[in-house]
């Protein structure tokens, strides 16, 4: 089973501030995707990210891909309240492997 | 996107007593589904696939016998938690992948909430 784990476990900012999460292993992955959880929902799919060393963004949300693929980050600049939620990366393999989640973020944005 | 749903989304019952969770891609075909377990605060953990037309695929520590899981169509998978118990309390989410796009982006139901008494 590949571990994912995931700093911080918890996360609690005002508005206006930047974060960044992280998503670590030791394994190496083809590709890696970050989910965003609301209270009471399914996650929701918010990048995929493939190539090593890869950037991609999203609005005010970063996402990077380790240079040996075992890790990625997720930095939000500017964080609004919106972004609250659980925040879960996830290796992925392709067509239809079973995804397994990293142990997650819990992001609390206060306005 | 493509749709995904579950029900009932809130379940409460009596210890001993059996629970059916359906979940079903309302607006494509599934041959795989996923089931999910998730803990107050705690990610998702991966429980079992489900395969149409063929036995569940179950992660290591998951009791098949407790957590039954049925894909009888294309759009369609159960799971049927047996004789309930109050450790059996947990928020229950199932998700399939349409298609074989590049994302292969998983897309989720709404989950269902159980609660044993």
């Known amino acids: 089973t590949q571990l994912l784990e995931q700093s911080p476990q918890f996360l609690s900012i005002q508005e206006g501030e930047n974060l960044t999460v992280y998503c670590n292993s030791s394994?190496?992955?083809?590709?890696l995707q970050w989910y965003r959880q609301e209270p009471g929902e399914g996650p929701v799919l918010l990048v995929t990210v493939v190539t090593g060393g890869e950037v991609k963004k999203l609005k005010r949300l970063t996402f990077q891909f380790g240079d040996a693929r075992k890790d990625s980050s997720l930095h939000i600049t500017a964080a609004q309240t919106g972004d609250t939620g659980l925040y879960l990366c996830a290796p992925f393999s392709g067509g239809y492997q079973k995804v397994t989640f990293g142990t997650g973020t819990k992001l609390q944005v206060i306005p | 996107g493509a749709v995904v749903s579950q029900h009932p989304s809130r379940v409460i019952c009596k210890s001993g007593t059996s629970v059916k969770i359906e979940c079903r891609s309302l607006d494509f075909q599934a041959t795989t589904m996923f089931w999910y377990r998730q803990f107050p605060k705690q990610s998702l953990m991966l429980m079992a696939t489900s395969n149409e037309g063929s036995k569940a695929t179950y992660e290591q520590g998951v009791e098949k016998d407790k957590f039954l899981i049925n894909h009888a169509s294309l759009t369609l998978s159960t799971l049927t938690v047996t004789s309930a118990h109050p450790e059996d309390s947990s928020f229950y989410i199932c998700?399939?992948?349409?298609?074989?796009?590049?994302?292969?982006?998983?897309?989720f139901g709404e989950g269902s909430r159980l609660t044993v008494l």
């Open positions: 998700s399939a992948i349409p298609g074989q796009g590049a994302d292969g982006e998983l897309f």
């Open positions: 394994s190496v992955f083809s590709s």
